[in-house]
């Protein structure tokens, strides 16, 4: 590092630590970071040496010897607090193999005997904590601030590779450490759906599972399919010698280890290790960032010890992440479903992680104006997650003369209306969704979708029937005719018959799949269930005002007042009809009474079963109960599953609220309590 004055060495390190602290907050606590673990990486690195330097600056509070925090400045989820028996600790790393042999050459000087390492792949995750008793999980907590985390237990146990008991001979109590991640495969799906619904898609798949991992909905949190490595155990007394025994027993027990853990007996075995997974990694279900290398031997661990920050044992080598240099030859702008407006940069070819990258989002004006990218410019692609294509950086030295500012668009390409953005919002939108080409057919496709009505039809039909006018809204369907249908290029009898069978077929499609199928912004397929289970009905939606949706769980402002402008509309009121009188379902079905011995009683449930919470709701109802989302005065029962809602047992004892597990529940309706 050049020179540097005492006071400008102070503003430096002042600057840093505030630019630090904010990309700690936006990573932790927003699931959002802005710039990538190599360039907060070399920040972190920078800050070090400078307190090295001036020591006088050092501080307590610095990021460089606190570990970053996921839990939230203003308590926006309903988690409980749980301080860590054991500090939480995160690893130092590095991305130089320089350094990695300096980390072997420390060890050398306290530990003088030959030294084994166990290599393990750093899962690209957020951090998690589980704590057995005898053999049973008893809680689950994030890494917090290392000091206390939020308890998540709810959602953990709806994760399927983390068992709830364990088999074998197991200890009585331990700690055992790891990463919940999100794979490619779900990670896709999850983006994909969030698209639909215009939500911001995660920018890649730790992000996802962080976020994920802290959603209110334990049944939402089950359909993101999770996952999950453990990678370090702690306790009194565990019967181990070795890192590497105690991952084998822990794995033999029943949790989820990785297979792809191994002992090494030299820092050159460690480098031959790295070099395998630099390239290998792109073969992976997975996203890893790197390599971890701990001491195998827990008695040489426990002599070497931690940091403030770390422990002296381990350490992490990150790989760079994959990028390449190419130009920026034009944006398209693209409409879609809901109006959405999303530029794409179209990129002269380039190979980048085993695949040619010809084309990248830009997301929205927001992000185009935070590049200040320019038509011409050369820039840097990187792949989120080894997944999708983004744009990073421009590269200003390379910028040509001719470069031009893209004019985001004022009015929609594919209609010509004029484009809205709503308040607080980054898109902008097309607000003609009943005469925008794209939007119309784009929301057919939705509407026959496997997840909403199950049409046999695709995108190639839907385009030849708006062509010939058969069809502009979603009730034309249904009064299709075999002699349209064989119009359509290469259609015969067959066809024909198969799409009329299944359109008769998706009149018995229930009513939460029929609601999901309008397509109304921001609603996706768990919330329609919610909405539909909730209040029963369409016409029940359509009645409800601002305040009553906003009281459902993971119904927010934006989604309530989407719902609310869509009713709004006489020519959506307009297709509800004509759809329920082509016969579709726009009601819950009734659950089935099978008695009355709940008849007059009030249940809420909250937590974890042995089947999902809306199974347990329709078997009260059976049985003559209702059921409510929240405690009060009027609550005979409170049905509390594994970890439940905090708030609801407190309110529950204070009102003097009887509370029942899932067993007694059973046993209530039997007759035998």
Same mark, same amino acid.
């Given at each position: 590092?050049?020179? =540097?004055?005492?006071?400008?060495?102070?503003?430096?390190?002042?600057?840093?630590? @505030?630019?630090?602290?904010?990309?700690? !907050?936006?990573?932790?606590?927003?699931?959002?970071?802005?710039?990538?673990? +190599?360039?907060?990486?070399?920040?972190?690195?920078?800050?070090?040496?400078?307190?090295?330097? +001036?020591?006088?600056?050092?501080?307590?509070?610095?990021?460089?010897?606190?570990?970053?925090?996921?839990?939230?400045?203003?308590?926006? #989820?309903?988690?409980?607090?749980?301080?860590?028996?054991?500090?939480?600790?995160?690893?130092?790393?590095?991305?130089?193999?320089?350094?990695?042999?300096?980390?072997?050459?420390?060890?050398?000087?306290?530990?003088?005997?030959?030294?084994?390492?166990?290599?393990?792949?750093?899962?690209? /995750?957020?951090?998690?904590?589980?704590? !057995?008793?005898?053999?049973?999980?008893?809680?689950? &907590?994030?890494?917090?601030?290392?000091?206390?985390?939020? $308890?998540?237990?709810?959602?953990?146990?709806?994760?399927?590779?983390?068992?709830?008991?364990?088999?074998?001979?197991?200890?009585?109590?331990?700690?055992?450490?790891?990463?919940?991640?999100?794979?490619?495969?779900?990670?896709?799906?999850?983006?994909?759906?969030?698209?639909?619904?215009?939500?911001?898609? #995660?920018?890649?798949?730790?992000?996802?599972?962080?976020?994920?991992?802290?959603?209110?909905?334990?049944? *939402?949190?089950?359909?993101?399919?999770?996952?999950?490595?453990?990678?370090?155990?702690?306790?009194?007394?565990?019967? #181990?010698?070795?890192?590497?025994?105690?991952?084998?027993?822990?794995?033999?027990?029943?949790?989820?280890?990785?297979?792809?853990?191994?002992?090494?007996?030299?820092?050159?075995?460690?480098?031959?290790?790295?070099?395998?997974?630099?390239?290998?990694?792109?073969?992976?279900?997975?996203?890893?960032? /790197?390599?971890?290398?701990?001491?195998?031997?827990?008695?040489?661990?426990?002599?070497?010890?931690?940091?403030?920050?770390?422990?002296?044992?381990?350490?992490?080598?990150?790989?760079?992440?994959?990028?390449?240099?190419?130009?920026?030859?034009?944006?398209? !702008?693209?409409?879609?479903?809901?109006?959405?407006?999303?530029?794409?940069?179209?990129?002269?070819?380039?190979?980048?992680?085993?695949?040619?990258?010809?084309?990248?989002?830009?997301?929205?004006?927001?992000?185009?104006?935070?590049?200040?990218?320019?038509?011409? $410019?050369?820039?840097?692609?990187?792949?989120?997650?080894?997944? =999708?294509?983004?744009?990073?950086?421009?590269?200003?030295?390379?910028?040509?003369?001719?470069?031009?500012?893209?004019?985001?668009?004022?009015?929609?390409?594919?209609?010509?209306?004029?484009?809205?953005?709503? *308040?607080?919002?980054?898109?902008?939108?097309?607000?003609?969704?009943?005469?925008?080409?794209?939007?119309?057919?784009?929301? +057919?496709?939705?509407?026959?979708?496997?997840?909403?009505?199950?049409?046999?039809?695709?995108?190639?039909?839907?385009?030849?029937?708006?062509?010939?006018?058969?069809?502009?809204?979603?009730?034309?369907? !249904?009064?299709?005719?075999?002699?349209?249908?064989?119009?359509?290029?290469?259609?015969? $009898?067959?066809?024909?018959?198969?799409?009329?069978?299944?359109?008769?077929?998706?009149?018995?499609?229930? +009513?939460?799949?029929?609601?999901?199928?309008?397509? =109304?912004?921001? &609603?996706?397929?768990?919330?329609?269930?919610?909405?539909?289970?909730?209040?029963?009905?369409?016409?029940?939606?359509?009645?409800?005002?601002?305040?009553?949706?906003?009281?459902?769980?993971?119904?927010?402002?934006?989604?309530?007042?989407?719902?609310?402008?869509?009713?709004?509309?006489?020519?959506?009121?307009?297709?509800?009809?004509?759809? @329920?009188?082509?016969?579709? @379902? #726009?009601?819950?079905?009734?659950?089935?009474?099978?008695?009355?011995?709940?008849?007059?009683?009030?249940?809420?449930?909250?937590?974890?079963?042995?089947?999902?919470?809306?199974?347990?709701?329709?078997? =009260?109802?059976?049985?003559?109960?209702?059921?409510?989302?929240?405690?009060?005065?009027?609550?005979?029962?409170?049905?509390?599953?594994?970890?439940?809602?905090?708030?609801?047992?407190?309110?529950?004892?204070?009102?003097?609220?009887?509370?029942?597990?899932?067993?007694?529940?059973?046993?209530?309706?039997?007759?035998?309590?």
């Amino acid at each position: 590092m050049a020179k =540097i004055s005492k006071s400008a060495a102070k503003e430096r390190i002042d600057q840093l630590r @505030k630019e630090i602290n904010g990309h700690n !907050y936006n990573y932790y606590v927003l699931n959002s970071p802005v710039i990538s673990d +190599f360039e907060f990486d070399l920040m972190l690195q920078e800050l070090a040496s400078l307190e090295k330097m +001036f020591p006088e600056f050092a501080s307590a509070d610095s990021p460089t010897v606190k570990v970053g925090s996921d839990i939230a400045g203003k308590k926006t #989820f309903e988690f409980a607090t749980r301080t860590h028996r054991y500090p939480m600790l995160s690893l130092g790393n590095t991305y130089s193999r320089e350094e990695l042999a300096e980390f072997s050459d420390r060890i050398s000087k306290t530990i003088p005997e030959p030294c084994s390492y166990s290599c393990e792949l750093k899962f690209d /995750g957020t951090a998690i904590c589980l704590t !057995y008793r005898h053999g049973r999980l008893a809680y689950a &907590v994030t890494r917090g601030d290392g000091v206390k985390g939020d $308890d998540v237990t709810a959602n953990v146990l709806t994760i399927k590779s983390i068992p709830q008991q364990l088999t074998g001979d197991y200890p009585d109590e331990f700690e055992i450490r790891g990463e919940i991640y999100m794979p490619f495969e779900a990670f896709n799906r999850l983006n994909a759906e969030r698209e639909e619904i215009d939500e911001r898609p #995660f920018a890649n798949p730790r992000n996802a599972a962080s976020g994920s991992l802290k959603l209110q909905d334990s049944n *939402e949190v089950a359909s993101r399919g999770l996952a999950c490595v453990l990678y370090h155990m702690l306790g009194e007394d565990l019967p #181990f010698t070795t890192h590497s025994e105690a991952i084998a027993a822990a794995g033999s027990w029943g949790l989820p280890v990785s297979e792809h853990s191994k002992v090494v007996d030299s820092i050159e075995d460690v480098n031959r290790y790295i070099d395998y997974w630099d390239t290998e990694r792109r073969n992976l279900p997975f996203a890893i960032d /790197g390599i971890v290398i701990k001491v195998n031997r827990l008695d040489w661990q426990r002599k070497l010890g931690y940091t403030a920050k770390s422990p002296r044992w381990a350490t992490a080598y990150k790989f760079k992440p994959d990028r390449a240099l190419t130009k920026l030859l034009s944006i398209d !702008y693209q409409v879609g479903r809901t109006g959405a407006i999303t530029p794409v940069a179209n990129l002269d070819p380039v190979p980048l992680s085993g695949t040619v990258v010809k084309r990248a989002s830009l997301h929205n004006k927001d992000q185009m104006d935070l590049l200040d990218i320019r038509v011409g $410019d050369f820039v840097y692609v990187e792949k989120g997650g080894e997944i =999708i294509p983004k744009i990073t950086e421009v590269d200003l030295a390379k910028r040509p003369a001719d470069a031009t500012v893209p004019v985001f668009p004022k009015y929609c390409p594919d209609c010509g209306a004029e484009l809205v953005r709503d *308040e607080g919002q980054a898109k902008h939108y097309c607000p003609n969704s009943n005469n925008c080409p794209v939007q119309i057919k784009s929301g +057919f496709v939705h509407f026959i979708s496997r997840k909403a009505m199950d049409i046999l039809a695709g995108d190639a039909t839907i385009d030849q029937l708006y062509e010939k006018g058969y069809i502009r809204h979603l009730s034309d369907l !249904y009064s299709l005719t075999k002699e349209q249908l064989l119009t359509l290029d290469g259609w015969k $009898d067959k066809s024909a018959d198969n799409l009329l069978s299944s359109l008769e077929r998706s009149k018995s499609v229930p +009513f939460n799949r029929v609601f999901y199928a309008l397509g =109304i912004r921001h &609603v996706g397929e768990a919330n329609a269930k919610l909405l539909a289970s909730h209040f029963g009905s369409i016409d029940a939606i359509m009645a409800a005002d601002r305040e009553a949706l906003v009281q459902i769980d993971e119904v927010g402002d934006i989604m309530a007042d989407s719902i609310i402008r869509w009713f709004a509309d006489p020519v959506n009121l307009e297709q509800i009809q004509k759809l @329920k009188q082509a016969g579709l @379902k #726009f009601e819950q079905e009734k659950t089935k009474k099978v008695s009355d011995t709940l008849s007059g009683s009030i249940f809420v449930v909250s937590g974890v079963f042995s089947v999902s919470r809306e199974e347990i709701k329709q078997f =009260i109802e059976s049985h003559g109960g209702k059921t409510t989302s929240s405690v009060s005065g009027h609550t005979t029962y409170l049905v509390a599953g594994e970890a439940p809602g905090g708030e609801k047992i407190k309110k529950a004892e204070k009102l003097g609220t009887r509370i029942i597990t899932e067993e007694q529940l059973r046993e209530l309706v039997a007759g035998e309590i």
